[in-house]
């Protein structure tokens, strides 16, 4: 079964406004990742967080961590038409594995000019 | 850097061909990965490979599907017979360091039709 649930399972903004997306997990992590995959293409790697981490910072993205909650929160601020795609988070299998990582279902985000 | 090669881009196939996908990795990266995504369940693992050899293949369906990585710079994944509910992008992905948390690289997918 998967790791990740994302939460909505779809978003539509207007430019400007910002995005929120929500991943739960089940399990203890190392790291969590967060990854953008337009339509059709591959999936590109956002931002990793570790497990003691609790917010991190990547241009107009913050992401945020709750390992007691087991939870974390993707916020796209500003967002532009460009940022239409669908996002995924992604935690490792466990604690002590760094290779296997688990996707969850995805968010689709839209973004109106 | 070329990125993660899959071929190929698309296949149409009929039920009981054999199907065979394949990944060139970003040179250096010693993981490889397999994943399948489709519309109902989402993105799977179905194995993955460190310096060359499979490390967890729980993720396969089923005896139909098989991989090899016969070298660092190749990989296939193999369906035979492939069956319509195989129809699905198939994703290769790689990572520079295996057992260190990291990014994976996704290449662009095959996009697998069975009839």
């Known amino acids: 079964s998967q790791q990740g649930e994302e939460d909505p399972q779809a978003l539509s903004i207007q430019e400007g406004e910002n995005a929120t997306m929500n991943c739960s997990y089940k399990?203890?992590?190392?790291?969590l990742q967060w990854y953008r995959q337009n339509s059709g293409r591959g999936l590109v790697h956002l931002i990793l967080?570790?497990?003691?981490?609790r917010e991190k910072h990547s241009g107009r993205l913050r992401v945020t961590l709750d390992t007691s909650k087991k939870s974390s929160s993707l916020l796209i601020t500003a967002s532009r038409a460009a940022d239409t795609a669908s996002y995924f988070c992604?935690?490792?299998?466990?604690?002590?594995?760094?290779?296997?990582?688990?996707f969850g279902t995805g968010t689709r985000l839209q973004v109106f000019p | 850097d070329a990125g993660v090669i899959q071929s190929p881009r698309h296949e149409v196939t009929e039920m009981g061909q054999e199907v065979t996908l394949r990944c060139k990795p970003i040179?250096?990266?010693?993981?490889l990965f397999w994943y399948r995504q489709t519309m109902m369940r989402g993105l799977e693992l179905l194995i993955y490979?460190?310096?060359?050899?499979?490390?967890?293949d729980s993720g396969m369906p089923e005896d139909r599907f098989s991989a090899k990585m016969p070298n660092a710079s190749f990989s296939t994944l193999k369906i035979q017979p492939s069956e319509p509910r195989d129809s699905a992008v198939y994703f290769c992905?790689?990572?520079?360091?295996?057992?260190?948390?990291?990014?994976?690289?996704f290449g662009e997918g095959s996009r697998l039709t069975v009839l």
């Open positions: 992604a935690t490792v299998g466990g604690s002590y594995n760094t290779d296997k990582l688990i």
């Open positions: 399990t203890s992590i190392n790291n």
């Open positions: 967080i570790r497990s003691n981490e």
């Open positions: 040179s250096g990266h010693n993981s």
């Open positions: 490979f460190n310096n060359n050899v499979p490390i967890d």
């Open positions: 992905a790689t990572k520079r360091t295996s057992g260190v948390a990291g990014e994976l690289f």
